[in-house]
Nanobody, 123 residues
């Protein structure tokens, strides 16, 4: 079992930046592909970005390309999401997730989840 804890959320004005972190513990971090999802009330959780086990491959959904950057530091067992040029529509609870081995894009593919961190972007 791997435990995930997100941090770094908060309130920011439109156009601003935030950096989310996801600290992992419990299992070998490099066995897991990692991803960020987000969810707003009444909506399905949606994939935002993913990164392969060693960080060589990344994937982003179109609405964050060029604004968000996913990365990981395997020595620190931590994944990051740098979010720039934030928009009010980015407001959501952001979750980190882990799955063994290959990168995936669907929430059902991920076995381990953090509790989430709230990101609020004011206009």
């Amino acid at each position: 079992q791997v435990q995930l804890v997100e941090s770094g959320g908060g309130l920011v004005q439109a156009g601003g930046s935030l950096r989310l972190s996801c600290a992992a513990s419990g299992r070998t971090f490099t066995n897991y592909a990692m991803a960020w999802f987000r969810q707003t009330p009444g909506e399905e959780r949606e994939f935002v970005a993913g990164i392969s086990r060693l960080g060589s491959n990344t994937y982003y959904v179109d609405f964050v390309k060029g604004r968000f950057t996913i990365s990981r530091d395997n020595a620190k067992n931590t994944m990051y999401l740098q979010m720039n040029s934030l928009k009010p529509e980015d407001t959501a609870v952001y979750y980190c997730a882990a799955k063994l081995y290959g990168l995936g894009h669907g929430g059902s593919e991920y076995d381990h989840w953090g509790r989430g961190t709230q990101v609020t972007v004011s206009s």
